[in-house]
């Protein structure tokens, strides 16, 4: 089987500069210090395949969280290298065994005080980046525009809201952010739980049937990242992901109004067999007459790197092989196969999908 | 110490014959039926092995199938299968039930007594345990395994169309199951306070006793909200009632609030066993006793509590309030205290001692090096931030493998070299243990360090596959290169315990010249000690000279076993002063049958075959009653026994001085958890919603409280009873028995009259569907209780029963006064609570 990850164009971490500025000042003097000596240690983490990974954080809180753990990691191969030490050297015969008090005042200061002088400090640390990177939202404080997700066995459904004379609209399995703002996510679930995660922005916020949980983040650098389902959903967990694409502000809004818009009719043969074989039963396309919503959204389809919510390329070959029976590439999927339709329709129906642009 | 007499080699042959016919294994089929605890626990041994090898096998498998990217070999579902299995396996199969088989194996002869107070009750809990754990295993090879993982998080736990019968065998094979870890639990608590050799007292304790004193204690409080879990869960699954469906006002956040609060104390009840056998062994290798005995029973003191307060960690991901959180954060951050004291307490000891470094030692301290690395990335994950990147990542897979493998897997195979000897008298094989060690040890640190770094360029965990190219590729090829190295490790440890050793010449008795008791037991015979000895130090071959000669000379308590009973001494709690010669039940039939026919009830149940379950829940009962009947509270021809040195004591006690009465009490602390957690999901859905009753009308005030008041008056008269009874009336004993059966009943009637004649509807929304299980739990025991003053009356009525000899009367009192504490608070919470608000 044949699948691939989000083209990680203008996403690779090794061509991009510095990282973005990060919003609290407070984080900005021991960055300066890791950012010199970690490049050494981390080589062999960080790679250049940064597109899902938390270690090439491209958002304030996954860069909060990375410095959290470069300071965790040196502090705990320090306390490893000594407790194994000292294992190692009580291992050897020695001509005078310690005495009992000595012994007693190692579990002492060892067991007891270190430990707690150094979680106490690590707990500190950590208690105040909590609100520092994850803002709360309380119901006085004036609520950020929400984007809604909500997590669909196996795909994402993308609610962006009315905003600024736009109209609010639909979109799935991609989403797009405006670099330097913070953009605040409501949270749902349609069937079981599933949990948003964008490991290159930040942490996971689970979305749970009957309840709404919110996020925000903060994007610090534009790119092309992959974000896939955290939280075990079913048969085909391990093909639910989305891309990310953060932007420009400027290119941002521009992409929202022609979004808004929605997509104008092609009057193509593939355009009257998507709507014929009653595909539009299931997949909405603003701008045809059904908006039909229990399917993903496919307006602006070919505008997306991936098929069957980041499981395939987005390919007009692709886009065959899953409508003739998604089950096969995405095992459990609820779309029904359609391999009793001609060869030709299923092609010219993928040539206009992969064409709405 | 009083002198007695030195007995002739001919007497002491005769005893020695006595005891040997006495204790004896049968033979042919009948071997099965054995209850010695020798036999018990090496099954339970062999078994908790034998599926951890399974479970092995299908990590292998999973491991084959991640080693590519888009990798085909296992199918999504077979996948999804093999690493819920995995994991449940491991954990119910494996990591718990071995620790009940090493403690039913070394806890009596370490304790200086002859056997643990309830046999046959091992024997119940192995055969239920190994019937359990062959329906939950044999369902991957139907394709009806669990896939919902090993947490069953619902609602796709509860979607029958996703899971099919897979959920059923998970959730009732593994309630079977825990049905018997908590039997084993009982077993261990009243054998641990009660059957230690005079003089041992509780700070005299081997550490090992101490930690599965505490890791027994853990599994009465942690099981429990897993089984009412699984009641509601059931209660779901089979008759639609939403506990768990957001659409009629349950929510599935509850199910992961009582699968935690089980789950996590499950962690240390993993561990700290383990880490018992460690404080055995690195003093025999330190040669000297271990430094610091209160801290560390402190420490593990400490981090059983703590293990109680930390299982929101497991949810940082949830939406719960950062400032619960930052709570949880805390108290996880807190637990690494305690730990670490328990490290520092080996290194300690090893410091002050000359340490002899052998392949148990060599197995310990890998094990460490391993386990502190764990412990390392627990304190990370147990940062809130921290976790919001590593949650359900490969980076947990990684530490959660060096936490139970560092610290569970390892000291267990420690501990497979250092007590090999004394199941066969001879160690196993230096040179084949060094070569596992080495694979184990390598292979380990390739497969899993890896993925702390898949997970933090993040990889999600429990994907069937991955794509290639975002940076995986190579970590998981290696993982599972170091996957096969681990297995090929662990192949070699079989091999050195299953390879035959019968021309090996027998080794010495004690051949790491260890300080503790069970060095005195002798493979071949199964009396255990030969005569109880009085105990004046922890270390006591070490520190009480001549004692393994004079035990064996039979110059302690109980050398003999004239009348033909298996006896040992019951000792206070704290002092460990004899009070009692138990008798304890031999070789029987009715464990098997009591543990096949319940299987029985739990396996129909799982397919709907409601004739057989019913079959199957009399035959129990009826297994169990005769059980009872025939093998407890028997009254003695004599009152008191010469248990030698010039001491006699008596045969039968009741009330706290007895095993039994301290088993109710052990058992009705584990069912009132259980009870406690319906009770807390009654109130959960309270804070959830603005009107948890969601207009529903309640099961009024008016039945509630007749059946609390009938409930009270029932329990007034079993009082009665017993006050009859202490003045030996026979016959008001029986009257305020019928009239106490009969108010129970009336009292069952009320109690269910409310939600029926109010009509509440249990799938209509959960309030009624919570209302109608509290009453159901309250009334089902209510009927338990009328079973049990039936038994009594029987009993009286049969002359087994008396003003002395009062034991089945004065439990069932006990039984009685929770009862009625459950009743008062279920039915006063459901009449009066929600008018309340």
Sequence with gaps: MFRVGISAEGADPCRRGNAGHIASGDLKGARAIFRRIFPILLVPLTGCSGVQSALAPAGEEAAGIYQLLLVMVVGGVLVWLAVVGLLLHAARRRKVPWTEEQAGRLILFGGVAFPVAVLLALLAYAVWLMPVIRPWFTQQAPQPEMIEVTGEQFWWRIRYPAVDGMPAFETANELRLPVGERVAFSLEAADVIHSFWIPVLGGKMDMIPGRTNTSSLLPTKTGVFRAPCAEFCGTSHALMAFSVIVMEPADYLAWRRAQAAGNGTRGSEGERLFAFHGCAGCHGIRGMTQAASLGPDLTFFGQRQTVGAGTLANTVENVTRFIRNPDAVKPGAKMPAFDMLPAADIAAIADYLVGLK | MTERAELSVEERKAQEAELREVWQTPSGWRYWTSVNNTEIGLWYGSAAFLFMLFAGVLALLVRVQLAVPDNDFLSADTFNQAFTLHGTVMMFLFAVPIFEAVAIFLLPSMLGARELPFPRLSAFGFWSFALGGVFVCGSIFFGAAPNTGWFMYPPLATDKQYSGIGADIWLLGLSFIEVASIAAAVELIVGIMKCRAPGMRINMMPLFAWYLLIVAGM?????????????????????????????????????????????????????????????????????????????????????????????????????????????????????????????????????????????????????????????????????????????????????????????????????????????????????????????????????????????????????????????????????????????????????????????????????????????????????????????????????????????????????????????????????????????????????????????????????????????????????????????????????????????????????????????????????????????????????????????????????????????????????????????????????????????????????????????????AHVYPAIVWVVTLWTVVHGGVGVIMQAYCLARSLAGRMSARHDMDLRNVVLYWHFLVITAITSFGVLGLFPGLR
């Design chain 2, 219 to 763: 599994i009465l409080f942690a099981f429990p909200p897993l089984i009412a879990g699984d009641i509601l869960f059931e209660m779901e699954r089979m008759f639609g009632w939403p506990f768990f469906d957001a659409t009629r006002g349950g929510d599935p956040l509850l199910w992961q609030h009582l699968f935690w609060i089980f789950g996590h104390p499950e962690v240390y009840i993993i561990f700290l066993p383990a880490i018992a056998l460690m404080a055995m062994i690195v003093p025999t290798f330190a040669q000297r006793p271990i430094v610091g005995y209160s801290w560390i029973v402190l420490a593990a003191v400490g981090t059983g509590f703590l293990s109680f307060g930390l299982w929101v960690h497991h949810m940082f991901t949830t939406g719960l309030p950062q400032i619960s959180l930052a709570f949880f954060s805390a108290a996880s951050e807190a637990v690494a205290i305690p730990t670490g004291v328990q490290i520092f307490v080996f290194i300690a000891t090893m410091l002050a001692g000359r340490v002899i470094f052998s392949v148990p030692m060599l197995f310990g301290a890998g094990g460490l090096a391993i386990f502190i690395i764990g412990g390392l990335t627990g304190v990370m994950v147990a940062l809130v931030p921290f976790d919001w990147q590593a949650h359900d990542t490969y980076f947990i897979v990684a530490h959660l493998h060096y936490v139970l493998i560092g610290g569970m897997l390892f000291p267990v195979v420690a501990g497979v070299y250092y007590y090999y000897p004394l199941l066969n008298a001879r160690k196993l094989s230096d040179r084949l243990g060094k070569i596992a060690f080495w694979l184990m040890f390598s292979g380990f640190n390739v497969a899993f360090f890896p993925m702390h770094l898949a997970g933090l360029r993040g990889m999600p965990r429990r994907v069937f596959t991955y794509p290639a190219d975002i940076g995986w590729d190579w970590f998981n090829l290696i993982s599972t290169v170091g996957a096969f190295i681990f297995a090929a490790g662990v192949a070699i440890v079989v091999i050195d315990v299953l390879r035959p050793k019968h021309r090996e010449p027998k080794g010495e008795q004690n051949p790491w010249n260890a300080g503790t008791l069970e060095w005195i037991s002798e493979p071949e015979e199964k009396w255990g000690v030969r005569s109880i000895p009085i105990i004046k130090s922890r270390y006591p071959i070490w520190d009480q000279p001549n004692i393994i000669e004079d035990i064996k000379a039979g110059r302690f308590y109980l050398p003999d076993a004239k009348d033909g009973a298996r006896e040992t001494l019951v000792t206070s709690v704290l002092d460990a002063e004899p009070i009692q010669c138990l008798r304890v039940g031999g070789t029987s039939v009715l464990s098997i049958l009591a543990a096949f026919s319940l299987g029985g009830v739990f396996i129909a149940l799982t397919f709907h075959w409601w004739i057989v379950t019913t079959v199957c829940a009399v035959m129990t009962l009826a297994a169990i009653i005769a059980w009872l009947w025939t093998g407890t509270a028997v009254i003695p021809k004599e009152e008191i026994r010469d248990v030698g040195l010039g001491k006699t004591l008596p045969l039968y006690t009741s009330g706290p001085q007895s095993v039994g009465w301290w088993a109710m009490f052990i058992t009705m602390a584990g069912d009132g958890t259980a009870y406690a957690s319906l009770m807390f999901g009654y109130f959960f859905y309270w804070t959830i919603h603005d009107d948890f009753t969601a207009g529903h009308a309640g099961p009024g005030t008016l039945w509630p409280l007749a059946a609390v008041g009938l409930f009270t008056l029932a329990w007034l008269a079993m009082l009665a009873a017993r006050k009859a009874n202490e003045g030996d009336r026979d016959a008001r004993t029986r009257l305020w028995l019928t009239l106490s059966a009969l108010l129970t009943f009336a009292a069952g009637c009320a109690g269910l009259a409310g939600p029926y004649l109010t009509g509440m509807d249990p799938t």
